[in-house]
């Protein structure tokens, strides 16, 4: 049955109505500041992708397939929290165009680079397109709630029991056979975010057993410790005996945004504690200099100079999901401002370079840009300002509440809710 409802999108300010700020100028006190911010950057990280509204197109080397979806998640964020919707139809394209034959996101022709942590960064972008009732135009592929169901099916048929109790590996094909013997947190803790997500959006208890599974098998072989430091991963050969301790800030974050959803989605103080607790041994990523007080850093390989071009987008997940959770657990939010206010500010300077004088740099303790440019770095900046807007956004939506819309607010008088937002 097709029925007409008024748009369910924020009918907040459009692309025409948000006038871009340079980068150096934020001002945080300001959400028109913000926003304008935000735009400028935003225009910054699309630059590096040449995908249109009719087609999606790949990244060029030497970014890997997964930074797509992460990008796409970073564009989801944008529009939802701006209100700008200007690069939704590219959004929506290259999230439909990359479901592949089983409508999972397990796409053969990127088999040679597809992980598990591969495949749970586009399930991350589709769940935020379900949870906030995202235009998907295209009637024969499964809805995006769907879509995310899908994905977390073919995740859960890879939990593997040969060795260290259970656990995702790393890679899944033998074209990546040094990931076959490593399971690490980042596909686990996908596994883990995704669950709860699932979890809370549909009310299905499996969802939940799963959570709640995969989290205590992270903690019993100690991948996350006693102070709630998230490691890196552990060998299935030697039985995860082998705890890498490098610890990267979008690991934390990924399995502190999962419990703060089953925060609220289950009122167990336990998960509450959680979500605080990995946070604030999160606060190792922030301070590397006693003039650099509460700005952030990737502390594994920044100041040495060994970050790749994934590490470099690394703080753009870490600012994502703890800005999320704070809709769900408020009591991090002095911390929240605490670190990230000062933080976002030094990202912002970064954000200097280039032609224009807007390309973000990578290093934000430096006090302006340090001529480090690149993909990554443009989606650390715009998160982690963009971020500041989500107190005054709607919780993600769940049960009865998330809908498919199959058409885009075209036009000012759409966004001022008129009846031509289709639903399924």
Not at 85 to 94: F, G, L, P, R, V
Not at 170 to 198: E, H, M
């Amino acid at each position: 049955m097709v029925m007409f409802v008024k748009s369910l999108r924020p009918a907040a300010a459009g692309a025409a109505v948000i006038a871009a700020i340079a980068p150096k100028d934020l001002n945080i006190k300001h959400p028109s500041s913000i926003r304008g911010v935000a735009k400028t950057i935003a225009a910054g990280a699309m630059s590096y992708y040449s995908g249109t509204a009719e087609k999606f197109v790949d990244l060029p080397k030497p970014h890997y397939w997964w930074q797509a979806g992460a990008l796409m998640g970073s564009m989801l964020d944008y529009s939802h929290y701006t209100g700008d919707t200007s690069y939704d139809k590219i959004i929506s394209t290259a999230l439909l165009g990359q479901v592949g034959p089983d409508f999972d996101y397990m796409l053969p022709t990127h088999f040679g680079q597809e992980g598990n942590d591969d495949q749970a960064f586009w399930g991350f972008a589709v769940m935020s397109a379900a949870e906030r009732n995202f235009p998907h135009p295209d009637e024969n592929i499964p809805s995006w709630l769907q879509l995310g169901s899908n994905l977390w099916n073919s995740l859960a048929s890879r939990w593997n029991t040969t060795a260290c109790g259970g656990g995702l590996l790393w890679q899944i094909f033998a074209s990546n056979p040094n990931g076959l013997d490593y399971k690490n947190t980042v596909s686990n803790g996908g596994f883990f975010q995704i669950s709860a997500r699932l979890a809370r959006a549909t009310g299905n208890n499996t969802y939940l057993e799963w959570a709640e599974k995969v989290w205590d098998w992270t903690e019993g072989v100690g991948m996350i410790d006693a102070d709630f430091n998230v490691h890196d991963g552990a060998s299935a050969s030697h039985d995860c005996k082998d705890i890498n301790p490098v610890t990267f800030s979008y690991s934390a974050a990924i399995y502190l945004y999962g419990a703060a959803v089953l925060a609220d989605h289950t009122g167990d103080e336990k998960w509450v504690q959680r979500t605080e607790r990995i946070l604030e041994a999160a606060r190792s990523f922030f301070t590397p200099f006693d003039n650099a007080t509460n700005i952030m850093y990737e502390h594994a390989c920044e100041q040495v100079d060994t970050c790749n071009y994934d590490m470099k987008s690394f703080k753009s997940y870490f600012s994502r999901f703890v800005y999320a959770a704070s809709l769900f657990v408020p009591s991090i939010q002095p911390t929240i401002d605490e670190l990230w206010h000062t933080t976002a500010l030094a990202a912002a300077k970064s954000c200097s370079g280039g032609d224009a004088g807007t390309s973000c740099g990578h290093k934000w303790y430096v006090g302006g840009f340090d001529g480090n440019t690149g993909l990554g770095q443009e989606m650390c900046a715009l998160e982690t300002v963009q971020g500041l807007l989500v107190s005054a956004s709607k919780k993600p939506l769940k049960g009865d509440e998330i809908k498919t819309v199959r058409t885009f607010a075209a036009s000012p008088a759409a966004k001022r809710g008129r009846y031509d937002m289709r639903l399924a």
